[in-house]
């Protein structure tokens, strides 16, 4: 699993069903930024990509989607209690945001903890999240940056 993005968003997708969409996102090139998935049954839009729908169940149609990567802050949270992994960020603000689609995600976003306030225009970016020893495995994922 060590290919997976390391955010702690990314752990509570995988296992069980969700185990194909996991796959299906590493395979996605970096330029399609922010790519979930859709049920075309209801139009709920989830982010991180789910493979079934909570809603229609085995009725569902999943397919990708891409967001558009623009939303706003709903709350967030400044931690300076940085695992080893994020001690080079730290203080970082993690926020909980939603998406112009409607769907929720939990995210670093890039700014100054002060400047962080709720309702605040955000935008998502594709950034390296963590390398791996000196030869480098990188994980990239998708981060928030204030959209000004
Ligand atoms: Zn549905």
């Given amino acids: 699993m060590s290919e997976e993005p390391a955010l702690p968003l990314y752990h509570t997708s995988l296992g069980g069903p969700e185990m194909t969409v996991a796959r299906f996102w590493r395979e996605i090139?970096?330029?399609?930024?922010l790519v979930?998935?859709?049920?075309?049954?209801?139009?709920?839009?989830?982010?991180?990509p789910r493979a079934i729908c909570p809603h229609c169940r085995r009725d569902g149609k999943i397919v990708p989607c891409q967001c558009s990567g623009k939303g706003k802050v709903m709350t967030y949270s400044v931690l300076s209690a940085a695992s080893d992994q994020f001690s080079a960020l730290?203080?970082?603000?993690?926020?909980?945001?939603?998406?112009e689609e409607g769907t929720r995600v939990t995210s670093h976003l890039i700014c100054e903890p002060e400047d962080v306030h709720i309702g605040m225009p955000v935008k998502s970016v594709f950034r390296v999240l963590d390398r791996e020893g000196s030869d480098g495995i990188i994980h990239y994922g998708t981060k928030f940056v204030p959209d000004l």
């Fill in 90 to 99: 730290k203080p970082y603000v993690l926020a909980i945001i939603e998406l």
């Fill in 29 to 33: 090139p970096q330029r399609y930024n």
């Fill in 36 to 48: 979930g998935t859709k049920c075309e049954v209801c139009g709920d839009v989830f982010f991180p």
